[in-house]
């Protein structure tokens, strides 16, 4: 789990730092005419800006880390659902069917994930019309 966390960290770091950098310097060069603050000027112009290029791409990094945690059972240090499906199915002789389980499952949980992105997406693009 460390691994995926420090490597995801990385990946979403990056992307975080590309949604600041897209919001142009004249965004800061204005609320600083307005006489904003520079902890206001991230709060009320840079973060809203940057989040709306942000969340897609963070959106998808997430939903890709939920399914890249059945390559942790590989390591055989955690215990997750994977793993716990092949030993379930070992035991009683049904590896195919608790698989599929946990392939539904799996399923089930990135497109309810996908489901929220998509209304978070949603929510964030009202203000470009």
Do not use: C
């Amino acid at each position: 789990m460390m691994a995926l966390g420090l490597n995801y960290g990385a990946y979403m770091s990056e992307t975080f730092r590309a949604g600041l950098s897209s919001v142009s310097k004249g965004q800061r060069e204005a609320a600083m005419a307005l006489g904003m603050t520079p902890g206001q000027t991230m709060m009320r112009i840079v973060l809203p800006q940057a989040l709306r290029f942000a969340i897609p791409p963070m959106g998808n990094d997430f939903i890709a880390m939920t399914k890249d945690s059945a390559l942790v059972s590989a390591t055989g240090f955690v215990h997750e659902l994977m793993w716990r499906a092949t030993k379930v199915g070992r035991a009683q002789f049904n590896n195919l069917e608790a698989l599929i389980m946990a392939a539904i499952f799996y399923w089930a949980l990135t497109l309810i994930l996908t489901y929220f992105q998509g209304k978070l997406e949603a929510r964030l693009a009202r203000g470009d019309r």
